[in-house]
């Protein structure tokens, strides 16, 4: 099991004793004298301006509050981050401790305990302080908090959502000559919500680039460090990553995510925020909670712990949790997958954000799934990074990264602007070209960076699993692969990240952009309210940002090993078989960064490349220079591509750095790499066939369905593909298929893939219920269709019957032991279904008559008879379903004058009756006892014995 840790309530002890002090005093102190009220704004929603309220807030409601004070010397604090950013400073990360910060921007201790006596002059309870001391946590009855901020609150029917909501009539303002900063929870038009779409495992339809390794093709655990992080052995040691949550979560999701990953269990602590219980409450958000966890804990396995900071959805809750997060400073990287957008119209967060940069403290924030601005979503603050979403394409399953495009149209990003925290431009996003990804010059453009936000795979909400979309997952993943550099760069005792944008505009404007990061150049997140903006293009645009990382070569950049190798990349070539080729040489700069001597090494395994050396030492500051270079055995390479990678490695740190090679010989015919895979699938899935061909482009596809040509259209698409998807299939789409794969150098047709379409047993005959006499053979069968083998199994009163596994029973020589309820249950390896009861009810026969020449002896198919009158040349019989028999020798004794009487006549009328067996049958009750000139009368008792069903000796009718 995961090691769970609970921390409750709002604060740390630091708090808890600050209040005790607070308390204290407060005896002693009065409130300030009267001064000209103070307005605070942006606490009025602008829906109200269009609303009429329905009715007031019931005085006697309590609601809590947040009271802000700014922090102090806020300049000092702004040059501050711009030193501990700055490499050139002598200040370079060189970050405070919480209680550095409190005392040197913290509010004065003398203002802090003056806004308390302010709120307790006004009735109102102090619930909670923090401290660096910018925040007050205070509730009251309505009535108390309307005289206090001069407010009148109302209810409104809120206008896009089927709920009411609270708000006050006008900005609220208070009689205090002490600055206030804000005050937070006056109104609840907006609420928290969480920022992902969630489809059940079950619905999910696998798409063609889905390679991952979870179920339906979707990606989990390793898949992330697989793609984005190959090779490292990094894993988050030392490292807590913190989440910002607004529920609870189940332990036993998470462990069963790292069971399913093949991980080992992190230990999860839970920071419980405003006396939330921890308890799960809303799916939705609970399913958010465990993605986020597990996101985490997928980019960096070894983490410490995963702190879990969790809190109700109420308004002052995100106030309280990003501040408990900056006091407590207990985890470096941070990550919100939370839109909050309520939160934007208050400086609060922007003051928490700046202490985050100061104490060396990294937040990824989410950029939301709703496309692009001007929608509303959390923030824009340059003090956090935010995050943009892709689609990732891997190589294979658990395979290398393939390519990525914009999460088209979701990913979030634009400028900021009055509905956002209209933010200028930040000094590292100056000296961008924004032409052509249409971004601003003037105002901040987000987002920062991107990670795959698509297709992920999630267990949640007590044992659910679902794939999972959303920049949520985008957020999370990056705050693990912040863990894994920060691990490395303390391992190097190197101060860690902090605020990472700084040094990842610098690399997106350096000449090494693309060693580091994946620029992402497709795609858009375009919407209705902003119909052309915005798309991805070269570089930095408003759709990823930056990118995704490349693994090892931007964690080695922003935490040096001590080696630098520049540059980042290695070479593509192509050419002719025998060449020449494109590029034949590469040369990297060595040099070694670090405080001591470093040792290093070349490897390079790839029989077609050649590397100067293969290792030395260098001393502080001092460099080398290795050359990579094709060789003679390039030219002998058959028509294909090649890759190779060449590691560098620092013997002294053990820090690795890979070089990628690749070299294409061309022109090529097509030909197949990977035969498309015959397939069993069950009716009503999908069929995806996949075929791996390489040729010189332009390269065309026919798929064939028993070699003839298929299109798209009904359950096909992708006929003219390398992917043939037939989708909801049924058993007529069972066949072979193959692939012409074609160029204008020639054509290449793969191997038959067999389709096979499964189906569960159908029962399309159930048994039938039958009614026989003692000592009958009863005969149940059920028809069934379905995939061979099929297995049966017949029950008697619900219990299996030995030997009885075939599509049939027979019951011979039945007896009323036998009476009961016969069905039988067919499986095959897809399912299994159960028939309907039959029943099987054995009658007593009653029989009185004429039995010297076997009168009395049932015709073979005679069934559900259950009384006969016997009379010397005709016998009749009754049959359960009120149908009379009648048999015997017509020539004698007609039945009636035109008439003959065959077996399973039914006597309703004169006309068709026998009036001499009529008379039979009355004169012959059961039970009673003669004799008839013809022979001997036989008495048949319910119970008695027959002789078994046979045919007559002269039957009239036919057998």
């Not at 208050?346 to 692009?372: L, V």
């Not at 359950?715 to 074609?742: F, Q, R």
């Amino acid at each position: 099991m995961s090691k769970l840790h609970a921390i409750s309530g709002g604060h740390l002890t630091a708090s808890a004793l600050f209040c005790l002090s607070v308390t204290w005093t407060l005896s002693s102190l009065t409130p300030l004298a009267a001064a000209p009220p103070q307005v605070l704004h942006g606490h009025v929603p602008p829906a109200i301006t269009s609303l009429q309220p329905i009715g007031r807030l019931p005085a006697t409601n309590r609601l809590s509050l947040v009271l802000a004070l700014p922090v102090r010397d806020k300049p000092a604090l702004a040059g501050l981050l711009e030193e501990l950013y700055n490499p050139a400073s002598p200040k370079y990360r060189q970050f405070l401790t919480a209680e550095q910060f409190a005392d040197r921007f913290g509010p004065a201790a003398a203002d802090y305990q003056a806004l308390a006596a302010f709120a307790q002059a006004h009735d109102l309870v102090i619930t909670g302080t923090h401290p660096n001391r910018t925040l007050l946590d205070v509730s009251g009855t309505v009535a108390d908090i309307e005289k206090a901020l001069h407010v009148t609150m109302h209810v409104y029917q809120h206008p896009t959502e089927s709920r009411t909501f609270y708000a006050p009539d006008t900005e609220p303002s208070v009689d205090l000559d002490l600055p206030l900063l804000d005050i937070r929870g006056l109104d609840n038009f907006h609420l928290p919500q969480h920022a992902l779409k969630w489809t059940p495992i079950d619905e999910v339809t696998p798409r063609p680039y889905a390679v991952g390794s979870g179920p339906g093709g979707t990606f989990l655990g390793k898949d992330f460090r697989q793609a984005y992080a190959p090779g490292v052995s990094l894993d988050g040691s030392g490292q807590n990553v913190a989440l910002f949550e607004m529920d609870g979560y189940y332990g036993t999701d998470i462990t069963n995510y790292e069971k399913l990953a093949n991980y080992p269990y992190v230990p999860l602590t839970n920071v419980l925020v405003d006396g939330f219980a921890g308890h799960p409450v809303s799916p939705g958000a609970v399913i958010e909670v465990s993605l986020d966890i597990e996101m985490a804990i997928a980019m960096a396995p070894g983490l410490t712990s995963v702190l879990v900071y969790e809190g109700a959805l109420l308004p002052t809750v995100p106030y309280d949790m990003l501040n408990r997060m900056a006091t407590d400073n207990l985890a470096k990287e941070i990550s919100s997958s939370w839109v909050i957008t309520e939160i934007v119209n208050s400086p609060i967060p922007d003051q928490i954000y700046q202490q985050f940069g100061a104490q060396g403290q990294t937040f990824f924030q989410a950029s939301g799934d709703e496309g692009a601005y001007p929608v509303f979503q959390w923030s824009d603050d340059p003090y956090i990074t935010i995050v943009g979403g892709t689609t990732l394409s891997t190589r294979g399953t658990n395979g290398a990264w393939g390519s990525e495009t914009t999460w088209t149209p979701f990913s979030g990003g634009g400028v900021s602007s009055p509905l956002l925290g209209n933010y200028p431009i930040p000094s590292y996003q100056l000296g961008i070209d924004m032409t052509t990804n249409m971004g601003s010059t003037t105002m901040r453009n987000v987002p920062d960076v991107a990670l795959t936000a698509d297709n992920i795979f999630v267990i949640a909400d007590n044992g659910a699993s679902g794939a999972v979309s959303g920049t949520s997952c985008a957020a999370p993943l990056w705050a693990g692969y912040a863990a894994l550099i920060n691990q490395q760069a303390y391992f190097n005792t190197q101060p860690l990240l902090g605020l990472l944008n700084p040094a990842v505009y610098t690399i997106g404007k350096g000449t090494n952009y693309r060693g580091n990061f994946h620029d992402i150049t497709t795609g858009n997140n375009t919407n209705s309210v902003s119909p052309t903006n915005y798309y991805a293009c070269a570089g930095y645009d408003l759709c990823t940002g930056w990118g995704t990382p490349t693994g090892s070569n931007i964690i080695n950049y922003l935490a040096p090993l001590g080696l630098q190798i520049l540059p980042g990349t290695g070479f593509s070539a192509v050419g002719p078989p025998g060449g020449p080729f494109s590029v034949t040489t590469q040369t990297y700069a060595l040099t070694n960064v670090g405080a001591a001597s470093a040792v290093w090494s070349v490897v390079n395994t790839t029989a077609w490349l050649n590397a100067s050396a293969t290792n030395g030492t260098l001393t502080q500051a001092h460099g080398a220079s290795v050359t990579v270079s094709l060789n003679a055995a390039a030219s002998n390479l058959a028509v294909g591509t090649y890759s190779a990678t060449v590691v560098f490695t620092n013997q002294t740190s053990g820090g690795i750095q890979t070089r990628q090679f690749s070299l294409g010989v061309q022109p090529v015919p097509p030909f197949i790499l990977a035969q498309p895979v015959s397939l069993a699938v069950p009716v009503g899935s999908n069929a995806l066939f996949k075929v791996n061909a390489y040729g010189t482009p332009p390269v065309y596809y026919q798929w064939q369905r028993n070699a003839i040509n298929l299109s798209d259209g009904g359950n096909v698409s992708g006929s003219t593909t390398s992917n043939l998807l037939l989708t909801s299939v049924s058993l007529s789409d069972s066949a072979d298929y193959s692939v012409i794969v074609s160029n204008a150098l020639g054509f290449v047709v793969s191997s038959n893939a067999l389709l096979v379409v499964e189906e569960s047993p159908v029962i399309t005959n159930q048994p039938q219920s039958l009614t026989l006499a003692l000592g009958q053979d009863a005969v149940f069968a059920v028809g069934v269709s379905g995939t061979t083998p099929l297995f049966y199994q017949w029950h008697f009163n619900g219990t299996p019957v030995a030997g009885a596994t075939g599509s049939s029973i027979t019951v011979t020589n039945a007896q009323l032991t036998n009476d009961g309820l016969f069905s039988v249950s067919v499986s095959n390896l897809l399912g299994g279904v159960i028939s309907s009861n039959a029943l099987l009810s054995i009658v007593a026969l009653s029989a009185v008559g004429d039995d010297s020449f076997g009168q009395i002896d049932i015709p073979y198919n005679a069934t559900n008879v259950i009384g006969i009158a016997a009379g010397a040349w005709h016998s009749l019989a009754l049959r359960q379903d009120g149908t009379v028999l009648a048999w015997g020798d017509n020539l004698v004794w007609p039945c009636g004058r035109m008439e003959r009487c065959w077996l399973g006549a039914t006597i309703l009328t004169a006309s068709v009756t026998c009036p001499p067996i009529l008379a039979v049958w009355s004169r012959w009750p059961p039970g009673a006892t003669t004799r008839s000139p013809s022979g001997p009368i036989r008495r048949w008792l319910p119970g008695a014995a027959m002789t078994p069903a046979k045919q007559l000796r002269r039957p009239i009718f036919p057998a």
